[in-house]
Each structure stands twice: as C-alpha cells, then as structure tokens.
C-alpha cells in the first residue's frame, strides 16, 4: 500500500492578515449588542469567519495584477472581452451579461419571466433566487431528490432534482404557467450537495419534452464538476475541464455568483442563447446595472473573473478544496457531533435538529448553536432554518418551520489553513460536549424579507 500522504494546500502565502482575538467576556458582550446575530456582528470581533464562502476567496497573484490590467473604458473595454471570452468557454452560452453579483443576475432575469401564476421549479431555490422569485409575485418550487432531504443519508449525488415529481408538477400547472427550471450546482440550501450529470440529463429530456428552458444557478460548477469526476460512473477518466463543458451543454442560460467558484470577492453574470431574452435582459440592464460591456462592475473585477475561472479549474486546487471541507467532517462525525453525510462542497453543516433534539423549531436551535460557536471560539457561522427559511401560517401565525434545522459552516476558499480548520473542530466539539446547557432563542425584531440578515434575538430563559 502507499502511503497516503497529506494533501498540502496548493499555494503559498504571499501577505497576511492579521486576526484580532477576543476573550470571551468580550464576545458576550458583542453577541449580545448584536442582537444575538452573527450577521450584525463586526467582522473584527470575529476569530474565524464562517459566515460565508461568498466573495471571501482569497485571490491569487496573476488576479491581483488582472486589478492592475483593467481596462476602464466605459464601453467595449478589453476587459470585458477577456470576461466573456472566459465566461462562454465555461457556460458555452452565447450572450454573456455581467451583473454586480449573482442576485442582479437573477432579479433582472426573474422580472422578465416571472409574475403571478406563475411557476419556477429547482431542486432547491437559494434564499436571494427564491426572494427574487416571489417578489414578482410568482412560485418558486423545490422538488429536491428524497435522499436531499435526509441529513444522515450518505448517498452521492443528494442535490439531484426530483424527475418524477418534476414531471407531475408539469402537468399538473401546465407547461405554459412554468417559464424555466433551474438546476443549482452544487446545491447550497441543501448541504451544498452535488448533482449528478445522469440528473441533469434526466431534467434535460422532462424540459424538451415540454418546451421548458433549462438553467442552471451556476456558483459552484467547479466543485460539483469535481463531485462528478470523483462519484459519478464513467467519468473518473475525465478532466474537470471536459465535465464541465458537458454539464453546460444541456444549459439554456446561467445566473452566477462569480463571488463564488471565480474566486473574486464581488461579480456575477447571466448567459443565454435565447435572442430575444437575451435582449431584454440587456434593456433591463441597463437601467438598473450598467451598459451591457460592465454591468455593475469595473473592468479590473472582469479581469479578475476570468483569471479564477480558469485557477478554480486546477485540479490540485479543487482536490485541496473539497479534502479540506471532508477533513473537517471527518472530524466532527468521529466524535459524533451530528452533520450533513456526506460533506459538501464548500461547507460542513450541522444538524441542529439531532444535535439539540430538546430545543423546537420555534426556539431554532440553529441560532442557538451558531451563538455558542461564537461565544465558545469566536467562531462566525449561520443559521440556515426556521431563522432563514420559516414562515408564518397567514391564518394562525404561528411559524410553519423549515424543512431542516442546519448550521453552516462555510469554508471560505484559499483563507484558512489546516491548524484554523483544527480549531474549529474543536470548538465545534467542545460546544456538542455540552449541549445539555444550551437554551432556545426567540425573535424580538424582523423585516417581512429575507429576515435573517436583520432579525433581532433574545435567549429564552
Ligand atoms: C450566493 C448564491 C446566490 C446569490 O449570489 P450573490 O452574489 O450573493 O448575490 C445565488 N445562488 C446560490 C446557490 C448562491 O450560493
């Protein structure tokens, strides 16, 4: 047998950033004027920032000098040239339209095809997707695989959407009331699972015999390629970049956050084949991002973009990225702390539900822990639950809780080093040894939308 050795991160440091540490005295104090939630906590209060992998990636030096090349002109820069270039190698879509982040690319695409009676389906709509989804007064359906739904089922592919019940849904609202689908790799609300090309192809067949264009939420395409390579029957001969492209020939058009898999810290884009979608998206655009060569962006951010499309398709990169997500798994399952098996992409999530069994969706146990993790390490993740995901009943007003009680936490890319990864473990560790102490949160303040960014806490005592 070899012996395996460890898997190394695949860079160097060039500059550092220095972490402020906190006592713990401290942290109470600032969790508690934060209102007991981490996203009003600042970010130098905070040890390790888990909060998100969204527009954390640390960038590489040919990105740092892509800041240096951008061209700046208003229309028709160099820059964007090299961004859709890049983009279209990826996606194979033939227009290619840069937004500020994933949301513009969503809002501007959901306010041409949505509105009242109207259906989108996903295996799991993202919060912002969903938000821009309803905010046009249309339905946003999650049909996610069985195998999604269960946090301590192991099964390869648990992001996969339901093509059966995909099917029936059709027929059930009618085709003509169902503009799109939208597959999200990997899928994030979900565990951040992958979805398998066998999946997609499936999808694809529903989709063309109804008429339906397929998209796909594309941040994570990289590592559900990965995902692909490494589980999927036939394809481990394969490179990610070929996987890739044919994930992305059965796609009619992407939404994307580039602050994930480009490995930049702001951007997105949508991309289409259809002419005339294409052209409206444009107009809209422009009124509320830019002329249709920048989007929301500045052409060192396209620059940027196209640099990490092509790093975040190194195979060392990504073989290091999704082991460093798996070891921290590893490590928790060992000692039993209850997570999402088997672990995704780009975050571990803990399953509050088995982890706090006492504590009931109406006390969310997933901001309980979250504050603990805060309190025990300074430890910074979210609550992706009842918090995020919980809504009221209209008639009653009691909530109607989320489908799962999770807890992310999300590996920023390039940041963190093993020993950081060690330390979370063990405070993660240490706050399930007690568990027994932890107490249940109520809500004392909360805005009508996507109410976790905002939403105000008190320990129920
Ligand atoms: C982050 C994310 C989005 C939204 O992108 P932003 O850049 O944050 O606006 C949409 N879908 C998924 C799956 C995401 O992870």
């Known amino acids: 047998m070899p012996v395996m050795k460890t898997i190394i991160e695949p860079f160097k440091i060039k500059t550092v950033e220095p972490i402020r540490f906190t006592s713990k005295e401290?942290?109470?104090?600032?969790?508690?004027?934060?209102?007991?939630?981490?996203?009003?906590?600042?970010?130098?209060?905070?040890?390790?920032?888990?909060?998100?992998?969204?527009?954390?990636s640390a960038m590489s030096s040919e990105q740092w000098s892509g800041i240096m090349k951008g061209d700046e002109s208003y229309a028709g820069a160099k820059s964007f040239f090299r961004f859709e270039s890049a983009v279209k190698e990826i996606t194979g879509n033939k227009y290619v339209i840069p937004t500020h982040q994933g949301r513009a690319a969503e809002k501007i695409l959901f306010s041409i095809l949505g509105g009242e009676g109207k259906y989108f389906i996903s295996n799991t709509f993202f919060d912002t997707t969903?938000?821009?989804?309803?905010?046009?007064?249309?339905?946003?359906?999650d049909l996610l695989c069985p195998e999604g739904k269960k946090p301590e089922v192991v099964a390869p592919f648990k992001g996969n959407l339901d093509v059966e019940?995909?099917?029936?849904?059709?027929?059930?609202?009618?085709?003509?009331?169902?503009?799109?689908?939208?597959?999200?790799?990997?899928?994030?609300?979900?565990?951040?699972?992958?979805?398998?090309?066998?999946?997609?192809?499936?999808?694809?067949?529903?989709?063309?015999?109804?008429?339906?264009?397929?998209?796909?939420?594309?941040?994570?395409?990289?590592?559900?390629?990965y995902f692909i390579k490494k589980r999927e029957e036939g394809y481990s001969n394969k490179s990610v970049r070929e996987i890739v492209k044919e994930i992305f020939s059965f796609a009619d058009g992407t939404t994307m956050s580039a602050k994930k898999d480009a490995l930049v810290n702001i951007g997105g884009w949508l991309s289409m084949n259809d002419d005339n979608l294409a052209m409206q998206?444009?107009?809209?655009?422009?009124?509320?991002?830019?002329?249709?060569?920048?989007?929301?962006?500045?052409?060192?951010d396209l620059e940027a973009i196209a640099q990490g499309l092509e790093e975040v398709l190194d195979e060392n990169y990504l073989r290091y990225r999704i082991r460093s997500t798996e070891y921290l798994g590893e490590k928790l399952t060992a000692a039993g702390v209850p997570i999402i098996e088997p672990p995704g992409g780009h975050a571990i999530y803990?399953?509050?539900?088995?982890?706090?069994p006492d504590i009931p969706p109406e006390q969310y146990p997933g901001q309980s822990i979250v504050c603990e993790l805060y309190l025990e390490g300074g430890i910074r993740s979210v609550e992706i639950g009842s918090v995020m995901f919980g809504k009221y009943d209209k008639k009653t007003g009691r909530l109607i809780p989320a489908m799962m009680e999770l807890v992310r936490l999300a590996i920023p890319r390039r940041v963190y080093t093993q020993s950081h990864i060690d330390y979370v473990a063990e405070v993660v560790i240490e706050t399930f040894n007690k568990r027994d102490k932890l107490k249940g949160y109520k809500i004392t303040y909360e805005a009508p939308m996507l109410r976790h960014f905002t939403a105000r806490f008190e320990p129920v005592i």
């Open 165 to 225: 019940k995909l099917k029936a849904f059709i027929e059930e609202k009618g085709k003509e009331n169902i503009p799109l689908v939208m597959i999200t790799i990997t899928n994030n609300s979900g565990g951040g699972q992958p979805v398998s090309l066998e999946n997609i192809k499936q999808v694809r067949k529903v989709c063309d015999r109804y008429g339906i264009p397929l998209f796909f939420d594309a941040c994570r395409f990289a590592e559900n390629a």
């Open 26 to 56: 401290e942290r109470e104090k600032i969790l508690k004027d934060a209102g007991y939630n981490p996203f009003l906590i600042n970010a130098e209060d905070v040890i390790i920032d888990l909060l998100t992998d969204s527009g954390t």
């Open 281 to 300: 998206c444009r107009n809209l655009l422009i009124v509320t991002e830019g002329f249709p060569t920048y989007g929301g962006l500045a052409g060192r």
């Open 350 to 356: 803990i399953d509050a539900k088995r982890f706090l």
């Open 130 to 141: 969903r938000a821009n989804i309803e905010f046009t007064g249309a339905e946003a359906v």
